[in-house]
């Protein structure tokens, strides 16, 4: 099963935006619609569970995974067979740095040189090549609005960036068909 979570993300939606609260009714819905997608799927009630998310989940995840702990716990019904969680690249907290290049330059630990070599690095993928021309909205943050993630104006990367891969994923994922045969609602 795969979940667009919290609401907003992927195809995602709420009707009222009291739903967009914080990360505690985030943590309390994701629970919450487990155990009733279980209730009208018992045929997965004996399969082993293991909750997984990557990016911003690293902040929910291990809530969501306490309270599934916690409702079996308490005897809520269906049980969850958890067994556990896993995350991948996870944020731990909504400040984002990455000064060490900055820094190991300002205290000259590198040289010039080397540090204007290096600012041409893509430093989240140092193997792959420096795309100028990527649109920075591929590059996600916490900061970032929600509004300029989903902006359909973004430039098509050149192929041999990482980021095509977004840019085809973001266009297959709004095609008309694509969404009509995974029943999304406009």
């Excluded at 909504?94 to 204007?116: F, V, W």
């Excluded at 902006?151 to 266009?171: D, I, Q, V």
Aim: proline share 5%; hydrophobic share 30%.
């Amino acid at each position: 099963m795969d979940k667009d979570l919290p609401l907003g993300t992927g195809f995602s939606y709420a009707k009222n935006l009291t739903a967009h609260r914080s990360d505690w009714k985030y943590v309390h819905h994701a629970h919450q619609f487990l155990r009733k997608w279980l209730i009208d799927h018992p045929e997965f009630l004996s399969n082993e569970f293991y909750f997984g998310g990557d990016s911003y989940s690293g902040i929910p995840v291990p809530a969501i995974v306490q309270e599934i702990s916690n409702g079996n716990e308490k005897g809520l019904q269906p049980f969850i067979n958890l067994q556990g969680y896993m995350l991948g690249n996870p944020i731990t907290t909504n400040r984002e740095d990455n000064d060490q290049i900055q820094y190991a330059h300002g205290m000259g630990l590198i040289s010039d040189e080397l540090y204007a070599c290096l600012s041409r690095i893509n430093e989240f993928h140092i193997l792959d090549p420096y795309c100028k021309d990527d649109s920075p909205l591929w590059r996600r943050t916490l900061t970032q609005e929600l509004k300029e993630s989903l902006s359909s104006h973004l430039t098509a990367p050149g192929l041999s960036c990482r980021t095509y891969g977004f840019y085809l994923t973001t266009k297959w994922a709004n095609d008309q068909h694509v969404r009509k045969a995974l029943h999304i609602r406009e």
